[in-house]
């Protein structure tokens, strides 16, 4: 059983393009992060939210916690080649005392020039 | 770059073989994490150490073990390996707010 599922798990668009990643589960977490791997390389922390309803905006990336700090989404404006990745969504449980971080299965994203 | 070190880069071993993996948080961070992503199990949690202590364990293996050392540096030993262990192995650390984790780089471990 995925504790974290990302929609959709891939994703191919035109440069311009905008998108939205979404990522849900039944569980509430303290916190929820995002992170971007590219091939053969170790995932990258975007951003963090910590509070339900809170929105980060990274330059062309939003992201929202949702108001149960039960799900999140990701969304790109304009989306460029330089986007193109596998995008990770993870959350650390509330009911968990551990640093331990619940991964979801990915969102692979291909932004075609 | 992520300030997180891991040695070495690629592996490649037989199987029924035993490798250390090597990896250095980044300075001050207590925590250290490793995981094993495969194409088909995406990042898989195996065990997390927090200043020289375990603290969680996910899907490791018993014929892995993991240890973290008193400058905080942390291998991960694994033994009797077989083709199915070929993944990519990553360790992370982590500050401790909000459980934020920066990645090293990996170890390519190939079994043949």
């Known amino acids: 059983t995925q504790l974290l599922e990302q929609s959709p798990q891939f994703l191919s668009i035109q440069e311009g393009e905008n998108l939205t990643v979404y990522c849900n589960s039944s569980?509430?977490?303290?916190?929820l992060q995002w992170y971007r791997q590219e091939p053969g390389e170790g995932p990258v922390l975007l951003v963090t939210?910590?509070?339900?309803?809170e929105v980060k905006k990274l330059k062309r990336l939003t992201f929202q916690f949702g108001d149960a700090r039960k799900d999140s989404s990701l969304h790109i404006t304009a989306a460029q080649p330089g986007d193109t990745g596998l995008y990770l969504c993870?959350?650390?449980?509330?009911?968990?005392?551990?640093?331990?971080?619940?991964f979801g299965q990915g969102t692979t994203l291909q932004v075609k020039p | 770059d992520s300030g997180v070190t891991q040695t070495p880069k690629h592996l490649i071993t037989a199987t029924g073989q035993r490798v250390t993996l090597r990896c250095s948080p980044r300075?001050?961070?207590?925590?250290v994490y490793w995981y094993q992503q495969s194409l088909d199990q995406g990042l898989q949690f195996l065990i997390q150490?927090?200043?020289?202590?375990?603290?969680a364990k996910g899907n490791i293996l018993e014929r892995f073990s993991a240890q973290q050392f008193p400058d905080l540096h942390s291998e991960l030993n694994l033994s009797s390996l077989e083709l199915g262990d070929s993944a990519l192995y990553f360790c992370?650390?982590?500050?401790?707010?909000?459980?934020?984790?920066?990645f090293g780089p990996g170890t390519r471990l190939t079994v043949l």
């Open positions: 992370a650390s982590s500050p401790g707010r909000y459980n934020e984790q920066f």
């Open positions: 569980s509430v977490f303290s916190s």
């Open positions: 939210v910590v509070t339900g309803g």
């Open positions: 993870a959350g650390d449980k509330a009911s968990s005392n551990t640093g331990k971080l619940i």
């Open positions: 300075s001050g961070d207590l925590s």
């Open positions: 150490y927090y200043n020289g202590e375990e603290r």
